[in-house]
Structures are given as C-alpha cells and as structure tokens.
Nanobody, 122 residues
C-alpha cells in the first residue's frame, strides 16, 4: 500500500505562485504514474494534472494549462505541481494520487493523502 504526504499549500495573492509536493512511500515510486487532483467543499474532486512513470508524458486540465507544471523526481519519490498565475478559482484542497500503472491511461488508485490547502486571495 502506498502512503502519500502532500505539502506546500498556503495563502497567496492573485497572480502569485506556489509549488506543491507529494512524497510517496510503500511502493516502487518509479513504476507508476502520478496525478494531482483538487476539491472544494461540497464539490467533487477534479483532475488537475498527471505525469507518467518516467516523467516524459504529462496531461493537464484545460483550466490550468499554461499555468501549472507537473514534474517528478523518482529518486526522491516526489511529484511536484508548480502553480503560477494563480486565481481565486484555484482555491481548493489539493491531493495527489498514484496511478494504477505507469501510463497516463491506466487510471488512479483510490489512495489519498491528507491534502494541502491552497487559498488564493483577490
């Protein structure tokens, strides 16, 4: 079973930047894709970005394309989400999730960390 710890959230003004981190343990990190999701109170969790096992393929939600960048360091078992040009609409709790396999098409396991809160003020 994989364990996940997200960090890096905080309060930032509109137009600002944050970098989120998600460190995984308990499973061979370099063998599976990773995704970032976000969820606001009372809403369903939504996909934000994903990266394949090697870091060579990525996918983004339309709402964050051009502003967010996902990356990974398999040595550190960590996936990152660099968020730029933040807006109040990006305010959410952000979660990472491990893929079922190494590719972006494999889907994700229902395994979640505690999340990290991002608040963007106007």
């Amino acid at each position: 079973q994989v364990q996940l710890v997200e960090s890096g959230g905080g309060l930032v003004q509109t137009g600002g930047s944050l970098r989120l981190s998600c460190t995984a343990s308990g499973r061979s990190f370099g063998s599976y894709a990773m995704g970032w999701f976000r969820q606001a109170p009372g809403k369903e969790r939504e996909f934000v970005a994903a990266i394949n096992w090697a870091g060579g393929s990525t996918n983004y939600a339309d709402s964050v394309k051009g502003r967010f960048t996902i990356s990974r360091d398999n040595v550190k078992s960590t996936v990152y989400l660099q968020m730029n040009k933040l807006t109040p609409e990006d305010t959410d709790v952000y979660y990472c999730a491990p893929g079922r396999g190494g590719t972006l098409a494999a889907g994700y396991l229902d395994v979640w960390g505690q999340g990290t809160l991002v608040t963007v003020s106007s």
